[in-house]
């Protein structure tokens, strides 16, 4: 991460920056996918504890998005199509990025136990950390298999959500991560 004076705000944030760092466009795949895990769990869910379970299971991943966003932060500004993100275009400084991703990381985790269950909240408070610390801040800039990392990150949703419907972990909670972890190398290196 570089010098935080090189992303002097140029303008007061709005709404849509805020939401903007919480990366919508993966989060919705986290939620979809996660509520896939939840309706195919063999145990029924009432539906507030579902929409518990998904609402925070959709915080916990747009907060690893913010926090992602805010280590990237300076490769974000070297490249065409990041450097308008919020950070690097002066609308939200790194250290409020940094905040809104921790404090949305622990309401995420504590919530979702609250609301369903240990190991859902267990399961989310990994998946944060993988996706931040082992994907983003360990692996991302050192190796060219980045990708299968993250989309090892990506692939747990539908366990989250298995989990917060059963209370537990079991072979077709794992299957699913096995075939969405299958999809993104392909994927990306196709683009590439």
Do not use: C
Not at 92 to 113: F, K
């Amino acid at each position: 991460m570089t010098d935080a004076s090189l992303y002097d705000r140029t303008a007061e944030p709005e709404f849509g920056d805020y939401v903007t760092l919480l990366k919508p466009r993966v989060m919705s795949l986290v939620v979809f996918t996660a509520f896939v895990g939840l309706l195919v769990a063999p145990t029924p869910v009432h539906p507030m504890i579902g929409f518990a379970a998904i609402l925070f299971i959709a915080i916990g991943g747009g907060a690893s998005g913010a926090l992602n966003m805010w280590y990237d932060a300076d490769i974000d500004a070297a490249m065409k199509r990041t450097r308008k993100r919020p950070i690097p275009a002066g609308l939200i400084a790194p250290d409020e990025a940094l905040g809104l991703g921790l404090v949305l990381s622990g309401i995420s985790v504590v919530m979702l136990w609250l609301a369903s269950n240990a190991v859902a909240a267990g399961l989310l408070a990994f998946t944060i950390f993988f996706y931040v610390v082992v994907y983003t801040m360990w692996r991302k800039r050192w190796t060219p298999q980045n990708i299968v990392i993250g989309g090892a990150a990506g692939a747990f949703p539908p366990m989250i959500g298995w989990a917060a419907a059963t209370g537990g972990v079991s072979i077709e909670s794992l299957l699913m991560i096995g075939l969405i972890f299958m999809w993104p190398p392909p994927h990306i290196w196709a683009l590439a």
